[in-house]
Nanobody
Framework: QVHLAESGGGLVQAGGSLRLSCAAS????????MGWFRQAPGRDRESVAK????????FYEDSVKGRFTISRDNAKDTVYLQMNNLQPEDTAVYYC??????????????????WGQGTQVTVSS
């Protein structure tokens, strides 16, 4: 288990930007694939973006491609989600998650064993 702490959420107008951060408490951060997920009220938690341990491989859900960018700084044990051109439908609680080992595009919620507490993102129209 890895302790994860998200920050950077908030209220933004449509078309605006936010950058989420997730700090991990582990000395082997680069051995973990990381993901950002979100959950809107009344909906299942869904994948947003995922990144491999060395940052060389990334996957995005179609709804955020071209607007969101996932990145990581292994020297700081931190993963980021840059969100541009935010829309009201992006409103949700955003969670970061970690899993040891490799990354595949079909990995979902059940494949990640460590989760942060979540940070609220609200986009007004």
């Amino acid at each position: 288990q890895v302790h994860l702490a998200e920050s950077g959420g908030g209220l933004v107008q449509a078309g605006g930007s936010l950058r989420l951060s997730c700090a991990a408490s582990t000395s082997t951060f680069s051995s973990y694939a990381m993901g950002w997920f979100r959950q809107a009220p009344g909906r299942d938690r869904e994948s947003v973006a995922k990144i491999s341990g060395n940052g060389g491989v990334t996957f995005y859900e179609d709804s955020v491609k071209g607007r969101f960018t996932i990145s990581r700084d292994n020297a700081k044990d931190t993963v980021y989600l840059q969100m541009n051109n935010l829309q009201p439908e992006d409103t949700a609680v955003y969670y970061c998650a970690a899993r040891p080992g490799g990354l595949s595009p079909w990995l979902g919620v059940a494949d990640f064993g460590s989760w942060g507490q979540g940070t609220q993102v609200t986009v007004s129209s």
